[in-house]
């Protein structure tokens, strides 16, 4: 069983690292993506471009695959999705699911804390993110030597790829899980929990933003069992 892993922002493929091995193990055949962006693959920056790049990859695989989308990821495999025959199913891990005409920006807004200071800041053309806030957000609950080699790997993110409105929403014809990550700090967890009443097919884990690098072995199990549920249900209903 294949399954395409695909980044959030400001990272890169680097950030399935300790996943790919336990994965294997598991039984499946990951396989990750760098998006388009600075510091990691060339192309356009937009959420057209992150979706051309990962349709052009998939494209390339000759048997059925799961797209599983981290954070923005999410918005990624859910523009894609569509335009490939050979998907059959959509996993999220705290993953944003913007409708047809909504940027990955707007499907989170409803559920930002107004009164918080935002994290990120633009720098011309590109989002950062605020350093001191880093940790806090995305690492909490890492190892502290993991999370600082993640941060030290961090690359600015294209405004438009957040800013772009959807041209498709897979998760509306294909069917999909959801990983909900219950202590996460940045991805509003009542956004995921809200999404994720979409489908039958959804955990909760205790688990700040990045489970591939604080509870890798249960996330494994997790993705696992969620990716070959979604292969039996994306076959059977074909």
Known sequence: MITVLVHG???????????????????????????????????????????RAL?????GIDEDVVLWGHSYGGAVIGEA???????????????VMPDKGQTAMEALEAYRNADEPAPVSVDGELLRYNPSAVIADFYQDCP??????????????????VASPATHAGWRTLPFGYVVCGLDRAMPVAMQREVAKRTELTVELESGHSPMLSMPETLADVMADMTRKLYENGSSAR
């Open 9 to 51: 922002s400001w990272h890169g493929a680097w950030a399935w690292d300790q996943m790919i091995p336990l994965l294997q193990d598991r039984g499946l055949r990951p396989i990750t993506i760098d998006l388009p962006g600075p510091g990691r693959a060339e192309g356009d920056q937009d959420l057209a471009g992150h979706a």
């Open 55 to 59: 349709t052009e990859l998939v494209a």
């Open 81 to 95: 999705a569509p335009d490939l025959p050979n998907v059959v199913g959509l996993g999220y891990l705290a993953g």
């Open 144 to 161: 502290p030597e993991l999370a600082a080699a993640a941060v030290a790997k961090l690359t600015p993110e294209h405004v438009s790829s």
